[in-house]
RNA sequence: GGCCCCAUCGUCUAGUGGUCUAGGACAUCAGGUUCUCAUCCUGAAAACCGGGGUUCGAGUCCCCGUGGGGUCACCA
């Protein structure tokens, strides 16, 4: 039985929520429900400080919103709950207490609390270059004088007991390697903190075996803290399960990863459904942003993609972010949603008061011409809002009012109209209409006119035409 | 900097030793359709990081360089 998990940890702001979390949830998702298996959902919520309950929230509504539900999770239970990490405090407790009783690990009365800047700047010092791995002196301290420590009361945290003649290995699910690592380059952890809670790495192995998960898909930036969970599973006594690495997602501007730290929601999920994607258009996208299918297949629906996945398809090697290729996408899926739905959708971000039959008119004369919702919006504004003024031809403005005025509002019988006036005058036709648009609809770039025109009614037109003829700008 | 991962058009990728004069998509450019823009159609330009091996034969296997990324916390 295939059983994934996707275990996010709710810290940082809700709209910090960004497009690699979905694909990560995404493909763990894909692969439970393409075998028959289960998706769970599990909140690691141990950073007492950082996490938040309404970015928490935030993760339920991300993920159902492109359609990404759970079999197992916080909201809706299940055999092997609970599925929130703050809820399993003394699981993990046990676990490390069970760990320093095997010798792998130990209690560390002096853990010294580094500052985050103070770690980062020492990654760019000379130092670094023969990286000393953290091994402090209470490993060697004799189990009686912990014992004594302990029951004074004193603060500690538990760390794991790495030893340095170790090689660790595994074999990546997704890189399809073998992965060693050396015990020497692994440092003490941490993996209980002086709080009682765990760090993710012993709240992780511990969850994953409990919640019986049989293959631990995450990012590449986790690799190297692989051999700890595998430190951990054996001294634990349970086996691992597969383990992969999916690829990290490069933001185009730094060619850097992209985290939830350092961007003004930028690549956030809200950030883009504000901005009017279409969730299974970024979805889609973000499916071949590091899987493709054995075919040239683009275009995918979540259920077929379910059907589709395999892991083969999965890559190695970390794609850059690619706007353009999500405009796309967008555009594609704006142009096959339903003129009624996407009725539905524009109406919310409409700033003044419309009718759906207008609506309906309108929506199949945009919907070609655009990549979002937001620039539907803009399109479609001038039909309710008049244009500001505009330095137009007059002869053409003049002219156009005076037909126009006379015709009877149909197709057929504008165009004419226009097209006779146009011959008179031996004008050139893109010129005259040009004209006409500028007043009309205040842009260079709108739907086709003799439609708009159509829509818009005979005496708002007249109404936009003559402000111009009165105006006395010239071209 | 140590350790680890990766390496095909600008970007996402197909390619699992011969069918590769390397395929598709986005973007770009040109043409067609057209009252603008867009859609749509047609076409063009565009890549196997470098050097050694292995082999009758290498984009595909091995090694070394180079380049890119990740990581090095009482954050995940």
Request: charged share 30%.
């Amino acid at each position: 039985m295939i059983r994934t998990r996707f275990a996010p940890s709710p810290t940082g702001l809700p709209e910090s929520i960004h497009l690699g979390f979905v694909i990560r949830a995404l493909w763990n998702y894909a692969l439970a429900k393409k075998n028959g298996g289960q998706f769970v959902l599990r909140i690691e919520d141990t950073d007492q400080k950082r996490s938040r309950k309404d970015t928490e929230e935030a993760i339920y509504i991300s993920l159902k919103q492109f359609g990404i539900n759970w079999d197992e999770g916080p909201d809706v239970g299940g055999p092997y709950g609970p599925y929130r990490q703050s809820e399993r405090l003394e699981k993990y407790q046990q676990a490390a207490k069970l760990l320093v009783e095997k010798d792998y690990a130990y209690y560390d009365f002096d853990a010294a609390v580094r500052e985050k800047e103070e770690i980062k700047e020492s990654y760019e010092s000379k130092e670094f270059t023969d990286q000393l791995k953290i091994r402090p002196a209470a490993r060697s301290v004799s189990s009686a004088e912990s014992q004594k420590r302990l029951e004074a009361g004193e603060p500690y945290v538990i760390r794991a007991k790495i030893p340095e003649d170790k090689v660790f290995e595994f074999t990546d699910w997704i890189l399809k390697k073998k992965i060693r690592v050396l015990g020497k380059e692994v440092s003490d952890l941490i993996l209980l903190k002086s709080d009682g809670f765990p760090t993710y790495h012993l709240a992780v192995v511990v969850d994953d075996i409990a919640m019986q998960i049989s293959h631990v898909l995450r990012g590449q930036e986790w690799i190297s803290s692989t051999p700890v969970h595998l430190f951990i599973y054996e001294g634990l006594g349970y086996p691992v399960p597969e383990i992969g690495h999916f690829t990290v997602i490069l933001d185009p501007a730094t060619g850097k990863k992209f985290s939830k730290r350092d961007m003004e929601g930028k690549f956030g999920i809200k950030h883009w459904l504000d901005r009017g994607y279409l969730p299974e258009a970024i979805l889609n996208y973000l499916m071949l942003l590091g899987w493709a299918p054995k075919d040239d297949r683009e275009l995918f629906t979540l259920d077929e993609f379910v059907q589709t996945f395999d892991q083969a398809g999965l890559q190695k090697s970390n794609p850059i972010f690619d706007e353009k290729k999500l405009n796309w996408f967008n555009g594609q899926y704006i142009r096959q949603t339903p003129h009624d739905q996407l009725l539905q959708l524009i109406k919310p971000k409409l700033e003044y008061e419309t009718t759906d039959d207008k609506l309906t008119d309108i929506i199949p004369l945009v919907k070609e011409r655009v990549s979002t919702l937001a620039d539907m919006v803009d399109m479609m504004r001038f039909f309710f809002i008049a244009p500001e003024l505009q330095a137009v031809n007059q002869e053409h403005v003049q002219a156009a009012r005076q037909v126009l005025g006379k015709a009877t509002w149909e197709k057929t019988d504008i165009e004419t109209a226009l097209l006779d006036e146009v011959k008179a005058h031996d004008w050139k036709t893109g010129d005259f209409f040009m004209s006409l648009r500028l007043a009309i609809a205040g842009s260079k770039v709108t739907p086709p006119l003799t439609e708009s025109m159509l829509i818009l009614g005979q005496s708002e037109t007249l109404a936009r035409l003559s402000a111009h003829a009165q105006n006395e700008t010239q071209t």
